[in-house]
């Protein structure tokens, strides 16, 4: 009958919306802190002044996450790739004035040199 309801329907019904209504803020939650993090996110360099390091942020160098092709993207192909080392496995690009070190094919660090290029290893 159309206006019938089984005893065992209401309290069935209002548990799954619940558990549904949970996991639907507990996604929403997750989005918005990916989010604010890819929204805030920019490259760690460590800068070597009097031989201790501190970490400084600038723009314009690759970010943790970027994948390999979205650097060569934007900045070209590198100077020199050196060959990866390792499990998981890291490699490093080398540019005019940075390095990027990726953990697999994304970005983990993005280091920028300071003096000339003969200083590099």
């Known amino acids: ?25 507990a996604g929403a939650l997750a989005l918005a802190l990916l989010g604010a993090t890819i929204a805030t996110a920019s490259a760690d360099i460590l800068n070597s002044p009097d031989g201790g390091f501190t970490v400084k942020e600038r723009e314009g160098v690759p970010t943790r996450g970027e994948s390999q092709s979205a650097v060569i993207r934007q900045h070209g192909e ?14 490093r690009w080398d540019y005019a004035d940075f390095s990027v070190i990726f953990e697999g094919e994304y970005v983990l660090h993005s280091a920028v040199r300071n003096g000339s290029r003969a200083d590099r290893p």
């Open 1 to 25: 009958m159309p206006g019938k309801r089984n005893a065992s329907t209401p309290t069935q019904n209002i548990s799954t919306r619940c558990r549904s209504t949970v996991r639907n803020a």
């Open 78 to 91: 590198p100077d020199k790739r050196h060959t990866t080392v390792g499990d998981p496995p890291i490699t």
